[in-house]
């Protein structure tokens, strides 16, 4: 088998630059304005729980923050489920055991990405876990607006979603 050093022997046009009409007969589907449709996607699967965004502050509190770890991996397992997508609920409690400071930013990515899928604007994205980040410290003034943002956002995703309030 040999193979040749030719530049111009069947090399693929270059990106942008329109590929030749197939010699078929059948001509190439024309896309509107150059794009492509938007694909949906995969079929939902179960709703997944509201939670009561005070009555997890509280159980964060009894608890002495191991409610959070629960927190994590059922609402990352019910988002997993419900999209086939994420890190879901083992890989999620383990990374806020081993390392806990990411968890905002992936939980809130994760969250904003149920309403991107939906073709809608995400109401948090990773960036929202900088408050937890930023002003957690601050007598958890940071950790709680980050919460009620994330955790408010998923709750109303799953409302829509046809969940029971």
Same mark, same amino acid.
């Given at each position: 088998?040999?193979?040749s050093?030719?530049?111009?022997?069947?090399a693929?046009?270059?990106y942008?630059?329109?590929a030749?009409?197939p010699?078929?007969?059948?001509?190439?589907?024309?896309?509107?304005?150059?794009?492509l449709?938007?694909?949906?996607?995969?079929?939902?699967?179960?709703?997944?729980? =509201?939670?009561?965004?005070?009555?997890?502050v509280?159980?964060?509190?009894?608890?002495?923050?191991?409610?959070?770890?629960?927190?994590?991996?059922?609402?990352?397992?019910?988002m997993?489920?419900?999209?086939?997508n994420?890190?879901?609920g083992p890989?999620?409690?383990?990374?806020?055991? *081993? =390392?806990?400071?990411?968890?905002?930013?992936?939980?809130?990515?994760?969250?904003?990405?149920l309403?991107?899928?939906?073709?809608?604007?995400?109401? *948090?994205?990773?960036?929202t876990?900088?408050?937890?980040?930023?002003?957690?410290?601050?007598?958890? *003034?940071?950790?709680?607006?980050?919460? =009620?943002?994330?955790?408010?956002?998923l709750?109303?995703y799953?409302k829509?979603?046809g969940?029971p309030?």
């Amino acid at each position: 088998m040999t193979e040749s050093n030719d530049p111009t022997a069947s090399a693929p046009p270059p990106y942008g630059t329109p590929a030749p009409a197939p010699t078929g007969g059948v001509p190439a589907p024309a896309m509107a304005g150059g794009a492509l449709a938007p694909m949906a996607g995969p079929a939902d699967g179960p709703i997944g729980k =509201v939670r009561s965004t005070g009555t997890c502050v509280l159980l964060t509190i009894v608890t002495l923050g191991f409610y959070t770890w629960y927190w994590y991996y059922k609402t990352h397992d019910e988002m997993k489920q419900h999209t086939g997508n994420g890190i879901g609920g083992p890989i999620a409690l383990i990374l806020a055991i *081993v =390392v806990s400071i990411v968890m905002p930013f992936l939980s809130s990515n994760e969250v904003g990405g149920l309403y991107a899928r939906k073709g809608q604007q995400k109401p *948090v994205s990773a960036a929202t876990g900088l408050w937890f980040l930023l002003l957690g410290w601050f007598f958890f *003034v940071g950790a709680i607006v980050w919460f =009620v943002k994330t955790n408010g956002a998923l709750n109303e995703y799953w409302k829509s979603q046809g969940a029971p309030a």
